[in-house]
Nanobody, 120 residues
Framework: RLVESGGGLVQAGGSLRLSCAAS????????MGWFRQAPGKEREFVAT????????VYADSVKGRFTISRDNTKNMVYLQMNSLKPEDTAVYYC???????????????RGQGTQVTVSS
């Protein structure tokens, strides 16, 4: 089970840190991903991290502004979001899977999402 938290309302240029808490002993063996879905748009890839945390991949739209990280001792994955823009407004989801995929449907486990709203 995956539960996201940390969403909220922030002004453009601000920062938020999203957290995803995972239950289960096998957390450390899964790659983790963050996705987002804005109103009226398809869900899109944001970032992914390997099970060890040594490798990450980002969407071009967030590269240099967002950082994905994980703490396997706490079964947590994070998404630090800086320099937020109104176009980052979306529901953000975390997911766990067997690889660092950029496709939502390839992740075996998915959270329910947390809302992020960036005002201009």
């Amino acid at each position: 089970r995956l539960v996201e938290s940390g969403g909220g309302l922030v002004q453009a240029g601000g920062s938020l840190r999203l957290s995803c808490a995972a239950s289960g002993r096998a957390f450390g063996s899964y790659a983790m991903g963050w996705f987002r879905q804005a109103p009226g748009k398809e869900r899109e890839f944001v970032a992914t991290i390997t099970w060890s945390g040594t490798s990450t991949v980002y969407a071009d739209s967030v590269k240099g502004r967002f950082t994905i990280s994980r703490d396997n001792t706490k079964n947590m994955v994070y998404l630090q979001m800086n320099s937020l823009k109104p176009e980052d407004t979306a529901v953000y989801y975390c997911a766990a899977g067997g690889g660092t995929y950029d496709r939502w449907d390839l992740y075996a486990y998915r959270g329910q999402g947390t809302q992020v709203t960036v005002s201009s």
